[in-house]
């Protein structure tokens, strides 16, 4: 299975990088309403996510980046889609390999979805383009915590059963949120980690944080709770200084820009902390290009900073199983579509392999399905998982 995973995941990548070079051609599009020309045929896939020959003709948005995994024509099978605010990150692709083993468990035709820009109008453009195909669920990792709910309404409005996932809409844009891990110790742990870099309680040091974008309220989230350790353990880090928070917005040229001007303008910098895949890896490479003692730590791929971590540049990182994350999304979808849930909190989401979820109480106002704690990858286990995601 594990093996199985790793080569969907090289398939799709495979994929998207040919949708994006032959089929999107770098255009934004700029007709409203979901008018925008059809997308250039891509190869189909089942719901396994493993290319085949044959074709779908689904208008998308140009610049929409879609994967090959369409739905079919004329099924009665319902059809799910997962919609990701960038196709920038390679996390999301294996995400997408776990939706769609979810999907074709359960006889679903499924779809990916992302954008060029990590923007609410690109996401829009997308979500419009699916509401008007009549989709029968997304699920969403938002680009943006309260611009999406006018789409997202009129698609819950027209029967469509959308949750969010990784970075949340407002709990008026959503039927559930499905948490990959505890957004507080998820924050405080990167922070810790970074103390730990410097020296430990009471050491010297500089800590620079590289986010996202800021509208994202995951990475929004994780750096509040990294913030809000400093000021509960004011002795620890009596000596510590946190610069500013930077953002490269998921890009890996923005990334990459913003950990060259944080080293240039404080080259004493002990550690970058980077809450995204994007970001941690972008920084480790200008750290190495610019033979800095500067270290990293943050949320990253093992498969992408496993050398990092062997040569030391890298701290430590933490993540969950994307795979399991984007199985858990489909699930979620599918307990909503079916009415076996509501997304009110008690209620059940049955998850197939993963078991059964109990819907939570978000601290946003709204609920959660919780998928599990993080993992921290060191080099004492980073050989266990780098050939897995």
């Not at 110790?185 to 050491?203: E, K, T, Y």
């Not at 590289?210 to 509040?224: G, I, K, T, V, Y």
């Not at 610019?290 to 990092?308: Q, R």
């Amino acid at each position: 299975m594990k093996k199985m995973r790793k080569m969907l995941t090289v398939l799709l990548t495979a994929s998207m990088l040919s949708a994006l070079l032959g089929g999107c051609g770098g255009k934004d599009s700029t007709t409203s309403g979901g008018g925008s020309e059809p997308a250039a045929e891509a190869p189909a896939a089942d719901n396994s996510g493993e290319a085949t020959g044959d074709t779908a003709e689904a208008p998308a948005a140009e610049g929409s980046g879609d994967t090959t995994a369409d739905y079919v024509a004329g099924s009665d099978a319902s059809t799910y889609v997962m919609i990701s605010k960038t196709l920038s990150d390679p996390i999301f692709i294996d995400m997408y390999v776990g939706f769609s083993e979810f999907c074709e468990a359960e006889g679903i035709n499924c779809m990916y979805r992302g954008t060029e820009e990590p923007t609410a109008e690109k996401e829009i453009e997308v979500i419009s383009q699916l509401i008007a195909q009549g989709v029968d669920g997304l699920a969403v990792i938002a680009s943006d915590f309260d611009a999406l709910e006018p789409i997202l309404t009129q698609a819950m409005g027209q029967g469509i059963s959308v949750v969010t996932f990784d970075s949340a809409a407002n709990p008026d844009s959503r039927q559930v949120h499905v948490e990959q891990a505890s957004i507080d110790l998820v924050g405080r742990a990167q922070m810790d980690s970074a103390l730990q870099i410097c020296g430990g309680a009471g050491a010297e040091g500089t800590i620079g944080i590289l986010s996202a974008q800021p509208e994202s309220q995951l990475h929004a989230d994780w750096c509040a709770a990294m913030l809000q350790e400093v000021e509960d353990k004011p002795d620890d880090y009596a000596n510590i200084t946190v610069l500013p928070i930077a953002y490269g917005d998921d890009l890996p040229d923005k990334s990459t820009t913003e950990a060259q001007a944080m080293l240039q303008n404080y080259p004493d910098l002990d550690v970058i902390i980077s809450p995204t895949t994007v970001g941690i890896l972008s920084a480790a490479k200008v750290i190495q290009d610019m033979n800095s003692d500067c270290k990293v730590t943050g949320v990253g791929l093992p498969s992408e900073m496993a050398p990092y971590i062997d040569n030391g540049i890298c701290y430590d990182c933490y993540l969950w199983d994307p795979y399991d994350q984007g199985y858990l999304a489909a699930a979620s979808v599918h307990s909503i579509a079916t009415g076996e849930s509501t997304g009110t909190v008690g209620d059940t989401v049955t998850a197939g392999r993963l078991g059964s979820y109990t819907v939570e109480e978000y601290y946003d106002g709204g609920t959660q399905v919780l998928l599990g704690d993080p993992i921290r990858f060191t080099k004492e286990n980073i050989n266990d998982y780098k050939d897995l995601f």
